[in-house]
């Protein structure tokens, strides 16, 4: 019987690369892989439905269920994970020494729907008391003028959200004064060559994301794995081979990873900051499946509603279908 030949879009991680490379198979596929950077793959995907699978943004998978109209069902493959304190980046000269002077200040951001910023409005929402209608939002493109939203979202009344002129990226704002942060996934080119007045709110990232985790036990889950719904139905083995494939792979990576006989990674002490966050958050902190995420996925589930990003709270139960949240053991 023949394979199914399918397009997949991922990421360029360590936890994908037996895949790409053809090291783990996923049981009757054909894949043709694409490995892409996230934003051309979810711009792809949620506007153009252009793979059979694709990495996904969890906000705007959300986003899209809440407005019925989602075109991928969600597997609990969760491709990225990142605490977002380092995520938040602020002008030193604009008097903002805690996450209480945000309040009232202007924000740039790429897309209000972004993962990495629906984390970052819940930390300092449930961690700092700063609400997200408290802040005057101005989105644009980060380094160059200019970015469309994956998908339209409708926000309350409260959350004030101002475009950024069309000829200026969120970098220039920055860059000359006329924002007073940003927040995203991704740096700006002002912080990467050493603005003299741009620095991270949090100037000891490290320090309190691992008090993060201590208090709340929460892993921020960034991307999802997407199959194109009426794959996913046609084709009933699709969410177990995927489930066990990924798996496969990031086990690759996390034994990769282990071996010290020569560092997989180009950067010094990499097995010190393996074994701090194995002491930190145990073996297995970047787990796939729903079992030992429940509450991770919950809260985000809550501040994606809570933000005005899903009219309704998407149930755990309707994100994630049955078939995939158990699996075999022998």
């Not at 894949?31 to 793979?51: C, G, T």
């Not at 906000?59 to 075109?71: G, K, N, P």
């Not at 036990?217 to 199959?227: A, C, E, N, R, W």
């Not at 145990?282 to 796939?288: C, E, I, L």
Request: with cysteine; net charge neutral; hydrophobic share 40%.
């Amino acid at each position: 019987m023949s394979k199914l030949r399918l397009s997949i879009a991922i990421g360029d991680y360590d936890r994908n690369r037996a895949l790409l490379d053809g090291r783990v198979q996923i049981d009757g596929v054909d894949p043709i892989f694409m490995a892409l950077s996230p934003e051309e793959m979810f711009f792809r995907a949620f506007r153009h439905q252009d793979f059979d699978i694709s990495e996904v943004s969890f906000a705007s998978q959300l986003v899209s269920m809440a407005q019925d109209r989602s075109q991928y069902q969600a597997l609990p493959i969760f491709l990225s994970r990142a605490f977002r304190h380092s995520s938040i980046y602020i002008r030193t000269d604009k008097g903002i020494e805690s996450p209480a002077d945000l309040r009232g200040r202007s924000i740039g951001i790429a897309e209000y729907q972004l993962s990495a910023n629906v984390w970052a409005r819940a930390l300092l929402e449930d961690e700092y008391g700063v609400r997200p209608a408290e802040i005057r939002w101005v989105r644009g493109g980060m380094n160059t003028a200019g970015r469309p939203e994956k998908l339209k979202v409708e926000l309350p009344p409260e959350i004030r959200i101002d475009n950024a002129p069309d000829d200026r990226s969120l970098d220039d704002l920055l860059s000359a004064g006329e924002i007073d942060g940003f927040i995203g996934p991704r740096s700006l080119r002002c912080f990467d060559d050493g603005h003299p007045k741009v620095a991270r709110l949090f100037g000891n990232g490290v320090e309190v994301a691992s008090a993060y985790w201590r208090k709340t036990g929460i892993f921020p889950i960034m991307h999802l794995l997407g199959v194109r719904r009426e794959l996913f139905e046609a084709h009933p083995f699709l969410g177990g081979a995927l489930m066990k494939a990924f798996t496969r792979s990031k086990q690759f990576a996390e034994e990769m990873l282990s071996d010290t006989s020569a560092t997989k990674v180009t950067m010094p002490f990499v097995e010190d900051h393996l074994a701090e966050a194995r002491r930190l958050m145990g073996r297995d902190f970047w787990s796939y499946g729903v079992a030992g995420n429940e509450k991770t996925i919950k809260a985000f589930l809550d501040h994606h509603h809570r933000q005005g990003l899903s009219s309704r709270r998407i149930a755990l139960d309707e994100l994630f279908p049955a078939r995939v949240r158990e699996s075999y053991s022998l």
